[in-house]
T-cell receptor, first 113, second 116 residues
Framework: KNQVEQSPQSLIILEGKNCTLQCNYTVSPFSNLRWYKQDTGRGPVSLTIMTFSENTKSNGRYTATLDADTKQSSLHITASQLSDSASYICVVSGGNAGNMLTFGGGTRLMVKP | DTGVSQNPRHKITKRGQNVTFRCDPISEHNRLYWYRQTLGQGPEFLTYFQNEAQLEKSRLLSDRFSAERPKGSFSTLEIQRTEQGDSAMYLC??????????????FGPGTRLTVL
């Protein structure tokens, strides 16, 4: 069964601190992995996308890593800001249905001043 | 705004009533997806369209749910005889429909349904 597991479920950090979110997946065959940011009451917005051959991708203060051998990904947020407070969802594309997405449950990040 | 739009943004209804949501995808996008998201969870796939053809439906899509995309542009999702368990955020996404790795789905803001 295709699954995406994220940890931790929730996280509270102080403004300016760094944090790392984890994602493990069992989707096969694998196409790509995206990290989405979802603000409360809004739709998800893509932060990064990585294919099988990529092991790191940056987007500003966000850096995603991918280990396709262990089927693990991480999202590192540097110098957090209050606006980083959101849910971060790991989404894996692939499986036998092609472009179908399998979503993780998300990590709810709260950045406090 | 040329992104995905959804209407209404919020809907409160009584149990047993029918509701209909609308999604307008990005204009050149061939694929349109519907998802359901409950509080604290990731979105769950419901169904998707390639142009006007509905190509896949999840087991989550019970007989009370029906989706249409009559002209291959906007789509509607109808829930008949709503139940309290239908309360959720209903997200729509669209994509170009390119095969392979680059077919990014762009999400709308969602419609939050509350069934009393």
């Amino acid at each position: 069964k295709n699954q995406v597991e994220q940890s931790p479920q929730s996280l509270i950090i102080l403004e300016g601190k760094n944090c790392t979110l984890q994602c493990n997946y069992t989707v096969s065959p694998f196409s790509n992995l995206r990290w989405y940011k979802q603000d409360t009451g809004r739709g998800p917005v893509s932060l990064t996308i990585m294919t099988f051959s990529e092991n790191t991708k940056s987007n500003g203060r966000y850096t995603a890593t991918l280990d396709a051998d262990t089927k693990q990904s991480s999202l590192h947020i540097t110098a957090s800001q209050l606006s980083d407070s959101a849910s971060y969802i790991c989404v894996v594309s692939g499986g036998n249905a092609g472009n179908m997405l399998t979503f993780g449950g998300g990590t709810r990040l709260m950045v406090k001043p | 705004d040329t992104g995905v739009s959804q209407n209404p943004r919020h809907k409160i209804t009584k149990r047993g009533q029918n509701v209909t949501f609308r999604c307008d995808p990005i204009s050149e996008h061939n694929r349109l997806y519907w998802y359901r998201q409950t509080l604290g969870q990731g979105p769950e796939f419901l169904t998707y369209f390639q142009n006007e053809a509905q190509l896949e439906k999840s087991r989550l899509l019970s007989d009370r749910f029906s989706a249409e995309r009559p002209k291959g542009s906007f789509s509607t999702l109808e829930i008949q005889r709503t139940e309290q368990g239908d309360s959720a955020m209903y997200l729509c996404a669209s994509s170009l429909g390119r095969p392979g790795q680059g077919d990014e789905q762009f999400f709308g803001p969602g419609t939050r349904l509350t069934v009393l």
